[in-house]
């Protein structure tokens, strides 16, 4: 879609453009959007992908600024500065690992998981 283009884009580069075609009453729209604005309209739904973050952590016992080793981005909205600004502040300054695909990360965590679920030990 337009917004998920606007999205890749402004995860890279500071402004996108957005293109809808018929938009309304065969009316086409077009606007421009910078990433500043983004993260503004964005800010509370940025925000909120801490929570899940806490509760794995709550749930593993685990403090986040020891017992932490690596920080694995998982998902494609993971490549946007602002949500990797906000993980990286969350863990105390700790380097992200950028060097798994996130979108990769997502599959192989949901063979896992199904292995998991259907009792596969191997």
Do not use: W
């Amino acid at each position: 879609t337009a917004a998920e283009r606007a999205k890749r884009t402004l995860s890279s580069g500071t402004e996108a453009t957005l293109e809808i075609d018929a938009l309304f009453d065969g009316i086409d729209f077009y606007t421009k959007i910078s990433r500043a604005r983004f993260e503004e309209l964005c800010s509370d739904l940025f925000r909120g992908t801490l929570q899940p973050v806490e509760k794995a952590l709550a749930d593993a016992k685990m403090d986040k600024a020891g017992s932490i080793h690596d920080v694995v981005l998982v998902g494609g909205s993971t490549r946007i500065p602002k949500i990797q600004s906000l993980l990286q502040n969350y863990f105390c300054g700790k380097q992200l690992n950028l060097s798994i695909n996130p979108d990769e990360a997502v599959a192989y965590g949901a063979a896992v998981q199904a292995a998991v679920l259907s009792g596969d030990t191997s």
